[in-house]
């Protein structure tokens, strides 16, 4: 699939169309050395939405940070599943899943290399994006910090929020 030279797996290929034409829709995109905007991108075969600059100054910008949230907001209005997590720059977003009847968040165990080297080995994994959200070293807190992230879940749609928004704790889409 592609959406102005992105390329990723065909079954995000609806998501990256239509995250494509919300944020056409709201947003001037991202053109090198001219233009500050949005991009879409592939990250590890996932479609990530991103705020970049016209030129590159090393770290996120107060800018970037606030345009992120921006764009989640943009992305979950368009009804895609959204997730921002603490540690990237970057919006992952997806199709919202047909049943979501079950948790938005589970704990799974990293029994990757990485996982093991860092003692972190147990991730709060938001399911409808497949994207971490927190990591644990204990089964315990793990397990706490994933009830709490349905918690927020379960609250948003009760307000009314955007259905498909995910955002780190200490932010709000």
């Known amino acids: 699939m592609s959406f102005h030279s992105v390329r990723v797996p065909s079954q995000y290929a609806a998501a990256v169309e239509r995250a494509g034409t919300a944020l056409a829709a709201r947003f001037a995109r991202h053109v090198p050395g001219v233009r500050d905007g949005w991009l879409v991108l592939p990250h590890s075969g996932r479609p990530v ?3 970049d600059l016209k030129e590159k100054r090393g770290a996120d910008t107060p800018e970037q940070e606030a345009r992120r949230i921006e764009l989640a907001r943009t992305l979950a209005a368009a009804g895609l599943a959204v997730t921002v997590p603490s540690w990237a720059f970057m ?7 047909a049943d979501r009847t079950g948790p938005r968040y589970t704990v799974v165990h990293d029994d990757s290399s990485l996982g093991a080297l860092f003692g972190e080995a147990h991730l709060v994994m938001d399911a409808w994006t497949n994207i971490h959200v927190a990591t644990a070293r204990l089964p315990g807190e793990a397990d706490r910090r994933c009830a709490g992230f349905n918690r927020v879940q379960e609250a948003q749609v009760a307000s009314g929020s955007p259905v498909g928004s995910h955002v780190s704790p200490g932010t709000t889409v």
């Open 49 to 51: 939405a991103v705020w």
């Open 91 to 97: 919006v992952f977003f997806a199709e919202l899943p």
